[in-house]
């Protein structure tokens, strides 16, 4: 049997102790991050997450061990990408995502990087003048078009894939377009809470649409209470006036005598005597 130094024994023990803890695991991707944002980083999460960084394989046996206390955990290795670190913290999850996403600045990208999402170009004009960078475009899936003697984009158009490799063509062009589709700062892939992964889409979320969804929701919750009657204590008020006003409109349509529509009543009788007396045509 081999023997195995104690110092990878203390690793991995060490790492158990925190995975088995910690309620919340996150898994890190630190490839291509300079070692000042990596250092920057820290500092901004010093005193809500720490962070653990060792080889692949200590982590794995690491994984296999805590799985025996800790449901699920396993599931989290699945997700650790590139040159992986552990993110431990018993913060909210998406607050710890918030924090690390707004730190993130763009970047070119570069020959061999593997796409963290769909790179798009949009449509609209360029700077290029027609010659052989029409056919380079196009291989990358770019329809082109000329338009006042320059290239223009004619749509939108996904040139990579998420999770595809960029090529050194497609990293050229992307930059010569202008376009830094990469970030600078930590990656998160997912993260562990309570036996549920979410990854990194969960954990993306745009607060101003999220807000807006939420309002449509209240609005449309709103209506179906009051198109069903179902009183609450932000739709009685309403509900009373609705039942009032409907109430008024059927007793003037029927013309039933009640106090608190003779007036209507009345008005509504003048309206159709006079319309007689014009059809009649009587002075």
Not at 138 to 158: F, H, M, P, R, Y
Not at 220 to 248: C, F, G, V
Request: charged content about 25%; proline content about 5%; overall charge neutral.
């Amino acid at each position: 049997m081999a023997h195995v130094a104690q110092y990878k024994k203390d690793v991995v023990a060490d790492l158990v102790k925190q995975l088995v803890e910690y309620p919340i695991v996150g898994a890190v991707n630190l490839e291509d991050l300079p070692a000042p944002a990596l250092q920057t980083m820290r500092s901004k999460l010093r005193g809500k997450a720490q962070m653990t960084m060792t080889k692949r394989r200590l982590m794995k046996v690491a994984f296999e061990e805590a799985e025996k206390s800790k449901q699920g955990i396993m599931k989290l290795y699945e997700h650790l990408k590139g040159m992986p670190a552990l993110l431990f913290t018993k913060e909210n999850p998406f607050s710890i995502y918030k924090i690390i996403k707004q730190s993130k600045s763009p970047a070119p990208a570069k020959a061999g990087q593997i796409a963290p999402k769909d790179i798009e170009v949009k449509a609209g004009p360029t700077s290029f003048l027609p010659g052989p960078i029409i056919g380079e475009l196009g291989s990358i899936g770019i329809k082109t078009g000329v338009e006042n003697g320059k290239l223009a984009i004619k749509e939108d158009a996904v040139v990579i894939k998420e999770g595809e490799e960029v090529s050194a063509l497609a990293a050229g062009l992307l930059t010569r377009l202008g376009i830094e589709p990469m970030e600078i700062g930590l990656d998160i892939t997912a993260v562990y809470e309570d036996g549920t992964i979410y990854t990194r889409k969960v954990l993306d979320i745009d607060e101003d649409q999220f807000l807006a969804d939420l309002t449509q929701a209240a609005t449309w919750a709103r209506n179906l209470a009051m198109e069903a009657a179902y009183p609450t204590k932000d739709t009685i008020s309403d509900l009373i006036t609705k039942a009032q006003r409907e109430s008024k409109s059927l007793g003037v349509e029927t013309a039933l005598l009640e106090p608190g529509i003779i007036g209507d009543l009345l008005a509504k009788a003048h309206v159709q005597s006079q319309g007689v007396k014009q059809t009649a045509n009587i002075e």
